[in-house]
């Protein structure tokens, strides 16, 4: 199946440094990619939705100033927790859609963020 | 209420022991569904998709009851690699669409 990568895979921050976390499909083009949120024993939480050549669309209640995503090539999508903050902490996850016509979406094995 | 909810669990069940695991969602538009494993601290696994007409990929089966907004999951013979947590997750329409995700059912296999 299709890869998709995520690094780092862990960081450690300090409160109100930026960090960028890169998602990249290996094997496969992705037009779109989705950045999640799942903070400990709860859902995975859409943020956004990133999209190559064009500006990301962002759920109800996420900052945009504050997680900006830049998409920059078909295989290629960044988060950047801008002034990052304790409650930031949390881990990120993407997807990108499978090439198919299903729903497939294929994850990166995810960011884990801890802010002190 | 939450679009789609989950029992918490934790699901403890000796090896060998049929698990079922339920899930309700609340859009009735919701066109796709699925159910995902995720072991801990790692990415949400598909795990298969769910079918009206119902689907079984060996242990597993999945129902999804439209008409009730119901989607369950059955494990036969469970085993020890099956420990993880177990997501419902639908979306609103085919193709490039967001999913929603259930908060997970966590299910723990014991000797």
Redesign the interface.
Known sequence: GAVVSQHPSWVICKSGTSVKIECRSLDFQATTMFWYRQFPKQSLMLMATSNEGSKATYEQGVEKDKFLINHASLTLSTLTVTSAHPEDSSFYICSAPGTDSTDTQYFGPGTRLTVL | RKE?EQDPGPFNVPEGATVAFNCTYSNSASQ?F?WYRQDC??????LM?VYSSGNEDGRFTAQLNRASQYISLLIRDSKLSDSATY?CVV?LS???????????TRLAVHP
């Open positions: 789609v796709s699925f601290r790692k990415e949400p696994k598909l998709s997501l979306s085919w193709g490039y669409n967001k999913l929603i995700f259930g908060a997970g």
